[in-house]
């Protein structure tokens, strides 16, 4: 088996030890770049109570590329398609060596909790956030119960 980078070991011990709150992230035993992430919806959001499955990879350039990172629990967002991609400017252009997973994670949490629908990645979504928000919110709650909190 190839040899674990130093940076991916520390950032996973550092995962296990000092999780981010409402984060679990357990790296694959078949693959170390591969991480199973379990993120609890923020207090006060929709999203509320609802535990969203996500997976994150590490690619070959990690540190100098940014993880991949999509959703597989479904949800009513702005900046998350129905493919579960995520629109977030640190997983794209503001990607710095110098950010770890902990951050990505984080930023994702702050990304719930403050969706940017001027920044879409679901045109559909981010138009209902912006023409209903309540009605948008609302959807994103059923959502929620629909497919984030079932057993």
């Known amino acids: 088996m190839a040899q674990i980078p130093k940076r991916i070991e520390k950032e996973t011990q550092k995962l296990e030890t ?3 709150p409402g984060v679990q992230a357990k790296p694959d ?12 919806g923020p207090t006060g959001t929709p999203y509320e109570g609802g535990n969203y499955k996500m997976e994150l990879f590490l690619p070959e350039g990690y540190p100098m590329e940014p993880p991949k990172v999509r959703f597989l629990t479904k949800i009513y967002h702005p900046n998350i398609d129905k493919l579960g ?3 977030l400017d640190v997983l794209k ?18 990304l719930l909790s403050t969706p940017e629908p001027s920044d879409p990645l679901d045109t559909n ?27």
């Not at 035993?29 to 609890?40: D, E, G, S």
């Not at 252009?93 to 702050?110: F, G, N, Y």
Request: a positive charge; aromatic letters at 12%.
């Open 18 to 20: 000092e999780p981010p």
């Open 93 to 110: 252009d503001k990607w710095s060596p110098a950010l770890q997973i902990r951050t990505v994670l984080l930023s994702i949490q702050a």
């Open 125 to 151: 979504v981010a138009d209902h956030f912006i023409k209903d928000r309540a009605g948008a919110e609302l959807q994103a709650k059923e959502w929620n119960s629909q497919f984030a909190m079932a057993a």
């Open 85 to 87: 991609r995520i629109c």
């Open 29 to 40: 035993p078949a693959n170390y770049r591969y991480f199973h992430i379990v993120m609890a």
